[in-house]
């Protein structure tokens, strides 16, 4: 919550907005998705035991995060490079 209040801050100044609207999103998705990310450790903490917690979260992260890459990239999975 604090984040997003700093980036809206941050993107007004003098009483005049200093970028869009629209370019705030991205700002804004990145806090939110951070202080969703605290508080739903502290409880996927308290529910496994040692690193059970961390693999599921990165699993879940994955998947949430899959479809945004495919769609900006086009649907496509880049070749593999042979350097």
Do not use: E, N
Not at 3 to 13: D, K, N
Not at 18 to 23: F, I, P, V
Not at 56 to 77: D, E, K, N
């Amino acid at each position: 919550m604090v984040a997003m209040v700093g980036v809206v801050l941050i993107a007004r100044q003098g009483g005049i907005w200093t970028t869009s609207l629209a370019a705030l999103v991205f700002p804004i998705g990145a806090a939110l998705g951070c202080a969703t990310y605290i508080v739903m450790m502290k409880r996927v903490g308290t529910l496994f035991d040692g690193l059970q917690g961390l693999s599921m979260s990165l699993i879940v992260a994955a998947l949430v995060t899959t479809p945004f890459g495919l769609a900006q990239s086009g649907g496509h999975l880049p070749r593999r490079s042979t350097d």
